[in-house]
């Protein structure tokens, strides 16, 4: 009963001041006792992929399109659960949440202080992306010079082109320069059924990244080739990190 009290008094305080902040036992103690809560960290995805709380999505306020990744992200009639390293982003990303109607809690001294109270944390180091779909490996391209990681518009259409498609639905993925980079998977040409699966994108070591995926190839031949590609987006955060590509299995 006198935690139903403590939850209740947290969110009248809410409800007067636009978003409360809360000590790391405060915060815990939301987040534990109602499970509609949306927990998300605010720092790059660099810092997230370090280590993060533990069931937290990654909006990067440093992003200029934060709240509009917000509002894709999240639900405005649930409760949300802001914090970042030390917790002046998480304030700012509060106020603005508020500002757009959300219910905000937001983690006083932010993750560092989460951290030192010996709460737990996820290290998995899991880094997001985005696949970007509608294009196709130039002819005139050199797959052996082919890099591991596309940083520029000019450098992306020297490799790739943008296929011929109907409809807004049908549209390559638009991928912004200025806030991404892309990770390129391009096997030979083969007149298989071919499909390149990732297992995985994750940061281990210091800038540095691995991808690890493995190839569903069908056995029966066609009438033409292709050549099998598969593009990774992720956040520019990560342009200076060194990209490790892996296969258990040759292509």
């Known amino acids: 009963m006198k ?75 649930r409760p949300v659960m802001v914090y970042c390293q030390k917790g002046r982003r998480s304030v700012e990303a509060a106020s603005m949440l508020q500002d757009n109607h959300y219910k905000v809690y937001n983690l006083r001294r932010g993750y560092q202080a989460w951290s030192n109270a010996g709460q737990p944390t996820d290290h998995s180091r899991e880094i997001p992306y985005q696949l970007a779909t509608g294009y196709f490996f130039r002819n005139d391209a050199v797959i052996d010079i082919l890099p591991h990681k596309i940083t520029n518009e000019i450098d992306f259409l020297s490799y790739f082109g943008m296929a011929t ?67 990774l987006v992720i956040d520019s955060s990560f342009s200076n990190y060194d990209i490790l590509i892996s296969s258990p299995e040759k292509y």
């Open 3 to 77: 935690q139903v009290i403590v939850i209740l008094a947290l969110f009248a305080l809410v409800s007067c001041k636009g978003y409360k902040s809360l000590s790391v036992d405060e915060f815990k103690q939301v987040l534990e006792s109602d499970p509609t809560a949306q927990l998300v960290d605010v720092r790059t995805p660099a810092e997230y992929a370090e280590g993060h709380i533990k069931g937290a999505i990654n909006i990067d306020w440093t992003d200029k399109n934060f709240i509009n990744y917000a509002k894709e992200t999240l639900d405005s009639q």
């Open 165 to 231: 498609t109907m409809g807004d639905n049908g549209k390559p993925t638009y991928i912004n320069f200025e806030d991404s980079m892309v990770i390129p998977i391009v096997l030979p040409p083969t007149d298989k059924y071919t499909d390149i699966v990732i297992d995985a994108l994750v940061k281990t070591a210091e800038n540095q990244i691995q991808l690890i995926f493995h190839v569903e190839r069908g056995a029966e031949s066609r009438s033409y080739t292709i050549i099998p590609c598969k593009l």
